[in-house]
């Protein structure tokens, strides 16, 4: 009797220790709560991919409707603050917000509630906050750019051969929203992998001071057609750019979303980002206890970024193969973006740099390459490089 | 046979004698009431959802919790504050739309003030962050005000343009306060230190503004009602020649007014800055100077019915987050309702003012 006793105790004593630590290990998977704050809806192409990683994260991690939470069209403002604590006492174990602005709204709320995750896209300030549940996640989207300029620039040079342009007229337009790092990032990388590809090749670079404005960003396509521009990229999120390039029979490289259907003959391909990967690491990191990243940034290893489809109607030929090749070797770390032999910087190549904004003191120049998002998932990259006109 | 007789039309609208309040008031209810059925009808036609569970979905919304309640009560507060701001200029008529730029040269004169006096004593900080967010908004009710006075300008054109040229200000301005730089958007302002950001009351942050708007509705409506300067502007705005014949000098009354009414939005300013958002864009007032107009015209530019007014504006836009994350329904349907039931109570309006006869019964009088 006393042996069954103390059986009885020892196995009390075993459950009541998993029990314990089951709790400190995580939120169980029917009781989790994940909020959403979106700068818009679904009808906007930027917060559809993300409303896509909420749907695709509750269906690889089996969470019901009511699990999730997702609150539309919070402005850059005092409001984001309000949704998240309203997210919050709503008993929401993670919270995302997908705006830059959002930014310090959302860790303003996260500094009262340390218990919650706080994740926001494309900012830069969780390392720094002083706050244990603050994080910031960016995709690598300067890899897509890259490759997304390889495309462009071997559309570029086929263009040269069959003696459609000569190799000096090889100039690129490149529709920009604000002369910020994560701009500058994005276009020296698609400038890049376009040089890549057309040796020749000169870009310039025309700001819309606008994330989204279509008006202005066809008027800025219409004003480098005119100047002379053979190839547009863009870095804003409308399709703007390619309603302007249908028409004057300019190859385009869009972002965010395919531009097929806008310009059906000139449209080339768009880098996109997949915000699927983050989102569903983060909340499986809640579930299992363990800790997110502060600052997060996964390109083509992750397939965090992409292209959409090439358009077999424009791109040159044997782009396909180019683009997978490119995609594996970004992917195993053999090929970096920013590889310092493939720029110059005031006519000189750049050896060392430690004055980045922001991260001054560090060494951003290693291994014979700029080691962009590594000391943050935010783009860095703000040197201007030569062959680079800003207007 | 045609030419004698007229055939007499099937209804007549005969404008009425005043009605008595709890009659008009009668009558407003029924219009809230058949907007909220065509409301219902609309809901389900549209999107299948039981009109029921949408109306609780944005009850919940804008008063579903203490916190949501209090946010819902100093937006309100805030949105009619700049409705304050507005009412003695349009019982002047003078048709400020300026009201947007007014509450946005003082949010950005209370932002400077914040900014740069990040390390003044607090004492300094709350002194001057008011005082510059009046003065500016004064400073772009004056401009239009004078040039009224002076050469007759058009005062509605002329209101309107300076949002705009606010706006373009507070652009330029956000490029030397960016925080970080070349991102174009200021941040909070004082994130560590909270310098310069309205204190709590009784550990509720939303308390002070609302408090400040209350004592502003009870001043300006003794202002409007017992002052002699406030019966002055009634005077003008029912007809300047009486008022000059009166010996009212006219200039001097829209000029002092619409420093007045510039002086409110830029309270208005003061407390969206320092009170809500901390912050400073071109979106800080977000269109309420415009809907504030709705507030001011609604309740007739009596504080009281202004206050129902607004209450019910942010009341549903609060609640359109909640059905928009409940039910899939963004924005836009929270618009086509607070549209529906706008136009149901201005309809009530008409039925105050005039009432309907129709043709049998005029043939019953003469029989």
Known sequence: MKKLLSLIMVVCMVLSLTVVAASAEGVAADKIKVGFIFIG?????????????????????????????????????????????????????????????????????AAEYPEIQFCHATGTKAASSGLTNTHNYFTAIY??????????????QSMIDD??????????????????????????AFFLGVRAMCPSATMEVVYTNSWADAALEKEAAESMIADGCKLIGQHADTTGASTACEPAGVPIVGYNISMIPTAPTMALTSSTNNWVPYVTYAVKSVLDGTAIDVDWCKGFSEGAVALTDLNKDAIAAGTEEKVAELEKAIADG?????????????????????????????????????HESELRSAPTFELRIDGITEK | MSATTVKEPWVHVVKRDRMTVGKSALIHLAGVVLALI????????????????????????????????????????????????????????????????????GAMAT??????????????????????????????????????????????????????VAMQAVTYAIIFWENPKGSNSVGLINMQSEAGWLPSIADNKYLLTIFVVLVIMVLLYGYMKYTKQGYEISVVGESENTARYAG?????????????????????????????????STSVADGRGFT????????????????????????????SIQIASQFGLNDSASEILTGIILFCVLGCEFFINYRLEFRHEEEAVKA
């Not at chain 1, 910087?345 to 560090?362: A, I, N, R, S």
């Not at chain 2, 507005?86 to 009201?99: E, L, S, V, Y």
Request: negative net charge.
């Open chain 1, 163 to 188: 003696g459609t342009i000569t190799a000096d007229q090889a100039k690129v337009g490149y529709v920009g929203a604000y002369p910020y790092a994560e701009v500058v990032s994005g276009y020296t």
């Open chain 2, 292 to 319: 504030a107009i709705v507030v001011a015209w609604l309740g007739k530019l009596n504080p009281f019915a202004m206050l129902v007014v607004a209450f019910f504006l942010v009341f549903m836009q609060r609640g």
């Open chain 1, 334 to 370: 053999t090929l970096h973006v920013f590889d310092t032999s493939t720029f110059t910087v005031g006519g000189e190549t750049m050896t060392t740099f430690d004055t980045c904004y922001g991260f001054e003191g560090y060494e951003m120049i290693s291994d014979g390459y700029f």
């Open chain 2, 111 to 164: 932002a400077a003030v914040m900014i740069y006096g990040a390390n003044w004593p607090s004492w300094a900080l709350y002194t001057l962050m008011p005082i510059a967010g009046v003065l500016a908004g004064a400073l772009w009710g004056l401009i239009p005000a004078v040039f009224k006075a002076k050469w007759n300008t058009n005062e509605t054109l002329f209101t309107l343009m300076l949002n705009y």
């Open chain 2, 38 to 105: 065509i409301c219902a009808l609309v809901i389900f036609m549209l999107t299948g959802l039981n009109p029921i569970d949408v109306y609780a979905g944005i009850w919940d919304g804008a008063l579903g919790t203490s916190r949501r309640t209090w946010v819902t009560l100093r937006d309100s507060a805030i949105l009619l504050c700049i409705g304050f701001a507005i009412t003695p200029a349009f019982r002047m008529r003078f048709w400020n739309i300026g009201a947007e730029g007014q509450v946005l040269v």
């Open chain 1, 143 to 156: 890899e897509a750019r890259y490759i997304s300029g390889v495309v462009g620039g071997m559309k570029l």
């Open chain 1, 41 to 109: 809806d679904e009808n906007e192409g930027y917060t559809y991919s993300h409303l896509v990683a909420a749907q695709e994260m509750q269906k690889a991690l089996g969470l019901s409707d009511d699990q999730i939470i997702i609150r539309y069209n919070i402005p850059e403002s005092e409001a984001c603050y309000e949704a998240a604590v309203d997210l919050a006492e709503q008993g929401c174990n993670i919270i995302f917000a997908n705006s830059f602005g959002h930014e310090d709204y959302l860790f303003k709320a």
């Open chain 2, 248 to 280: 009212i000098n006219v200039k001097r009354v829209i000029i002092r007014t619409m420093a007045l009414s510039g002086a409110l939005a830029g309270v208005a300013g003061f407390l969206l800055v320092s009170g809500a958002g901390h912050t400073i």
